[in-house]
C-alpha cells in the first residue's frame, strides 16, 4: 500500500464512483480499478461491493476509508508546513517587543540572532504586550514577548527570563529601612504606575487584588524613567522590574521585596500554534531556548 492508492481510494469514495473518480485524478479507469484491486488482494477483502445496483463501499471500505482520509490530510499538512519553511528560509521575522522588554532584556537576544542569522530579515516592532498578543493571533507577527504570568490555549510559549517586580520608594519614605514587606502595607499609599494600556498594570492591579485591596493608582505615564524620578523626588512609590531599577540611578532610591503575595517578574516567547513553523521562527525559538536553559537554571 502506498500514497497513491490512498489517495486514489479516497477519490472513488468521495466521487461515489470509479469513473468521477478517474475523470478527477486524470488517470483511466482500467487504472484506477487496478489500483482498487490491489488494495483488496494485499488485505484480502472487498473494499467496493461491485455487483451492487448503487456504488457501495463494504464496512471493511468505510474503515480503510477513514484511514486514508487521516493519512493523506497528515501528510498533506506535513507537505505543506516543509514548502513554508523552505521558502522562508532567508526570509523576514516579525517580532513584537515591549519597550521595557527590550530595554531589559531582549536585546541581547537579538544581538546574538543577527550575529547567528545575518541572512534573516530581523523586523522589531516595539508595542505593548496587549497589542503583541493582539497581533500574533492575527498573524501580523510571527513571535512575541509578553510578561507573565500569561495563559492562551492559542499559543506555544516559552519562558526565557525570571526576577521579581519590586516596591520602589524614596529615601526618605518610612519604608525605606525596610527589606521586605507585606503588600497590604502600600494599601494606602500614593502608587505611581505605568499606564493602563500595558499588560503590567494588570499585572500590579492583580497583585493588589490578591493581597485584598484595591490600588490607588495616583498617577499613571508611559514612560518608566519618569515614574523612577517621581518616586525618587518622594512623590508617591511604585513596583517595577527589578532589572529595569537596575538601570537607573537606584542609589537614589530603596526597593523593597514584596511578600504576600510574592511578586514574579517573567518574560516569555509566544508564537500561534496552529501556525506552521517556519525556520525563521525556528532559529529564534530555538535560540530562546539555550539562553533560557542557561538563564533559568
Not at 519562558?159 to 521579581?164: K, L, M, P, T, V
Not at 497583585?207 to 493608582?217: Q, W
Not at 535560540?287 to 537554571?297: I, S, T
Amino acid at each position: 500500500m502506498n500514497l497513491t492508492q490512498l489517495n486514489y481510494f479516497r477519490e472513488v469514495v468521495e466521487k461515489g464512483s470509479f469513473t468521477g473518480a478517474a475523470n478527477a485524478l486524470f488517470i483511466s479507469q482500467s487504472t484506477l480499478s487496478k489500483s482498487i484491486r490491489a488494495l483488496e488482494d494485499e488485505y484480502k477483502v472487498i473494499l467496493i461491493n461491485r455487483g451492487a445496483k448503487e456504488f457501495d463501499v463494504t464496512e471493511e471500505g468505510k474503515i480503510l476509508y477513514e484511514y486514508a482520509v487521516r493519512i493523506l490530510d497528515y501528510y498533506e499538512q506535513q507537505t505543506e508546513e516543509l514548502a513554508e519553511r523552505l521558502s522562508h528560509s532567508g526570509s523576514n521575522l516579525r517580532l513584537g517587543l515591549p519597550p521595557t522588554a527590550g530595554a531589559i532584556y531582549f536585546y541581547s537576544i537579538i544581538h546574538k540572532f543577527q550575529k547567528l542569522y545575518p541572512e534573516i530579515n530581523l523586523q522589531i516592532e516595539e508595542v505593548t504586550s496587549k497589542e503583541i498578543i493582539e497581533k500574533v493571533a492575527n498573524g501580523r507577527m510571527d513571535v512575541g514577548v509578553i510578561i507573565e504570568p500569561f495563559s492562551d490555549n492559542r499559543f506555544e510559549k516559552r519562558r526565557i527570563f525570571s526576577s521579581e517586580a519590586v516596591l520602589l520608594v524614596s529615601k526618605q519614605h518610612r519604608l525605606s529601612k525596610k527589606r521586605s514587606v507585606d503588600f497590604k502595607e502600600i494599601r494606602q499609599e500614593r502608587i505611581l504606575m505605568i499606564n493602563s494600556n500595558y499588560m503590567y498594570y494588570d499585572l500590579v492591579k492583580e497583585k493588589c487584588l490578591e493581597a485584598g485591596f484595591m490600588p490607588r493608582f495616583a498617577f499613571e505615564s508611559y514612560q518608566w524613567e519618569f515614574i523612577f524620578e517621581m518616586v525618587a523626588n518622594d512623590q508617591g512609590v511604585t513596583i517595577l522590574p527589578k532589572p529595569l531599577i537596575d538601570k537607573f540611578n537606584n542609589a537614589r532610591v530603596h526597593q523593597v521585596h514584596l511578600e504576600n503575595p510574592e511578586f514574579e517578574w517573567a518574560l516569555s516567547v509566544i508564537r500561534r500554534k496552529d501556525k506552521a513553523m517556519t525556520t525563521s521562527v525556528q532559529c529564534l525559538w530555538n535560540l530562546c531556548g539555550q539562553v533560557a536553559k542557561n538563564e533559568l537554571h
